[in-house]
C-alpha cells in the first residue's frame, strides 16, 4: 500500500506529539507530586517544631515546677493536634495516613496526660504559687516523658520519609528529563532519514535533471524514480523531458535541413559564379577559335584560370569547414605566435592602419598554433577591410584568473550593423567580396586558408576556438568600429568561462 507523502508528515507529526505529550505529562505529574510532598514536609516540619516547643515547656516544668509552663506545653500540643488534623486530611488514601492516626492518638494521649497533671494544681489556680503534689508529679513524669520521646521519634521519622520520598521524586524527574532527551534525539534522527530519503535525495534527482535539462543536455537526463512524496511533479517533469527530448530531434533535424538549406544555397550561388564565368569564356573562346588574335585568347584563358582557382578555394573552404582533422595542441609562447603572425600579414598592412600592440611575454597555453594563427589572420584581415579610409588596429592580450586568458583585436573602422552582427558566424555569410591577391604573399594565405569573400572565415574560426573549449564574443556600434574577443585556456578544457 503506498502511503502519500502528506499522510507520512501527519504520522510522523502524530508520534512526535503524543511521545512528547506522554512525557511532558509523566514530567508534570513528578513535579507537581514533588510540590505536594514540599508543602506537607514544610507542614510535618512545623509540627515537629510545635511538638519540640512542647517538650521544652515539659521540661520546665519539671525543672521549675511551674504550673504555667505546664499551660504552654498543653497549649503547644493542642496546635500540633489542628496541624496533625491537617496532615491526616491532606493524606487520606496514602499508606502514611495510618501512622498519622496512631500518631494522633498519641498525641491526643500526651495531651491527656499533661491535662490530667494540670488539674491536680491546688483550686485549679494557674497562678506561679498553684502546686501539684509531689506524689503525683513522680507517678506522671516518667510517663509523659516516654509519651514526648514516642512523638518527637514518631514526628521525626515522619520528616525524614518524606524527605527520602522527596529525593526519590527529583531522581525519578532526572531521569524523566534525560528519558525526554533521548527520546527527543531519537525521533528527530528518523525525522531527519525520513525526511533524507523521502524528501532530499527525490528533490537532488530533480535538481540533477533541471540542471541537465538547463544545460541543454536532453538526452543524458538522469533517470528520476518514481517517488510517492512527489509522484505528481516528478511525472510532470518526466513527461516534460520526454517532450524536450522530441521537440529537441526535431529541433535538431529542423537545423540539420536549414543548415544544408544554406550550405547548399552558399554553394550553388558561389560556384555558380566562377562556373558561368568560365563557360562564357570558353563560348567566346570557341567562336573565336579562328581569329588569329592570341592576344585575346591568352586573355580569356587566363579568366578562365582565376575562375577555377576562385572554384577551387571556395571548395576548399567548404571541405576545411566540415572536415573533423585531430588538432595538435601544444605548449605555446602566445606572444611569439602573434608576433610571427604580424610576420605574414606586414605587407598587406595599409600605410594609414596603425598597428597597436599589447601581449605580454608570460602567457602560455595550449594549443594547435596554426589553426589559432588562422583565427588572428581572419580577425585581423577582417579589421584592415573595416578600416578603408586608415585607423587604429589594436592586438591585445591578457590573463583572466589562473586557467585562462583572452585575445582581443579592435579596430576604428565603420562598425558592424545590428543585423549582420547575428550573422557573422552563420556559414557563407558574407557582405564582402573576394580581395585579390598578392603574388608575393600568396603562400601566406594558402596556409592559412584566407576565405575572405566565401563567407566561410569567421564560421571556420568560430569552429576552431569552440575545439580549444573557448568562445568568441563580439562588440560593434556603427561608426566606432568592432572588437572580437577569443577566449581560450591555457590548459586543455571542456570549456573557458572568463
Not at 587604429?392 to 582581443?408: E, K, M, N, P
Request: charged share 20%; hydrophobic share 45%.
Amino acid at each position: 500500500m503506498r502511503i502519500s507523502f502528506r499522510k507520512k508528515i501527519i504520522v510522523v507529526l502524530t508520534v512526535y506529539m503524543l511521545v512528547g505529550g506522554a512525557i511532558w505529562f509523566l514530567n508534570y505529574y513528578n513535579n507537581s507530586l514533588i510540590n505536594r510532598k514540599l508543602r506537607i514536609i514544610e507542614k510535618k516540619v512545623d509540627l515537629l517544631n510545635t511538638i519540640l516547643e512542647a517538650r521544652r515547656y515539659e521540661k520546665n516544668f519539671f525543672l521549675t515546677l511551674n504550673v504555667h509552663h505546664l499551660d504552654s506545653a498543653v497549649t503547644f500540643i493542642r496546635q500540633a493536634e489542628e496541624k496533625m488534623s491537617y496532615l491526616t486530611l491532606a493524606e487520606a488514601g496514602e499508606p502514611a495516613s495510618n501512622g498519622l492516626a496512631l500518631h494522633m492518638a498519641n498525641l491526643d494521649d500526651y495531651r491527656s496526660a499533661m491535662s490530667r497533671l494540670m488539674a491536680l494544681s491546688t483550686a485549679g489556680s494557674l497562678s506561679p504559687q498553684s502546686q501539684i503534689p509531689p506524689a503525683e508529679i513522680e507517678t506522671n513524669q516518667a510517663t509523659i516523658r516516654r509519651m514526648g520521646r514516642v512523638i518527637t521519634e514518631a514526628s521525626e521519622a515522619m520528616v525524614l520519609v518524606d524527605r527520602e520520598h522527596i529525593n526519590r521524586l527529583i531522581i525519578h524527574s532526572q531521569f524523566y528529563h534525560f528519558t525526554t532527551l533521548a527520546g527527543m534525539i531519537l525521533i528527530t534522527i528518523l525525522a531527519a532519514l525520513f525526511f533524507f530519503f523521502n524528501v532530499i535525495q527525490p528533490l537532488k534527482m530533480l535538481e540533477a535533471a533541471i540542471g541537465e535539462i538547463a544545460s541543454g543536455n536532453y538526452e543524458n537526463v538522469p533517470s528520476i524514480a518514481p517517488a510517492v512524496e512527489f509522484e505528481s511533479l516528478v511525472g510532470s517533469l518526466n513527461k516534460m523531458i520526454s517532450m524536450l527530448n522530441r521537440r529537441s530531434e526535431d529541433l535538431i533535424q529542423a537545423k540539420k535541413l536549414a543548415a544544408l538549406g544554406t550550405l547548399t544555397s552558399g554553394v550553388a550561388h558561389e560556384l555558380n559564379n566562377p562556373l558561368n564565368n568560365i563557360s562564357t569564356s570558353m563560348q567566346i573562346l570557341l567562336e573565336e577559335l579562328e581569329d588569329p588574335d592570341l592576344g585575346f585568347k591568352r586573355e580569356l584563358l587566363a579568366d578562365a584560370e582565376k575562375e577555377v582557382e576562385r572554384a577551387r578555394d571556395i571548395v576548399r573552404a567548404l571541405l576545411e569547414f566540415s572536415r573533423q582533422r585531430a588538432f595538435s595542441i601544444k605548449t605555446v609562447l602566445f606572444r611569439p605566435l602573434v608576433d610571427d603572425t604580424i610576420r605574414l600579414i606586414k605587407g598587406e598592412l595599409p600605410a594609414p592602419v596603425k598597428l597597436v600592440l599589447d601581449v605580454p611575454d608570460d602567457i602560455q597555453a595550449m594549443v594547435d598554433s596554426r589553426r589559432i594563427q588562422q583565427v588572428l589572420l581572419n580577425l585581423i584581415f577582417n579589421a584592415i577591410q573595416a578600416m578603408e579610409n586608415g585607423g587604429t588596429l589594436s592586438i591585445s592580450a591578457q590573463r583572466c584568473g589562473t586557467d585562462a586568458f583572452y585575445v582581443r583585436v579592435s579596430d576604428t573602422g565603420k562598425g558592424i550593423p545590428p543585423e549582420v552582427l547575428r550573422k557573422i558566424f552563420d556559414p557563407f555569410f558574407s557582405t564582402k567580396t573576394a580581395r585579390p591577391r598578392s603574388d608575393e604573399n600568396s603562400s601566406a594565405y594558402d596556409a592559412f586558408l584566407d576565405h575572405e569573400g566565401t563567407g566561410l572565415g569567421l564560421a571556420i574560426c568560430h569552429g576552431i576556438v569552440k575545439k580549444h573549449g573557448g568562445h568568441i564574443d563580439v562588440q560593434s556600434q556603427l561608426g566606432e568600429g568592432a572588437t572580437f574577443t577569443v577566449y581560450l585556456p591555457m590548459e586543455k578544457v571542456d570549456d573557458v568561462a572568463c
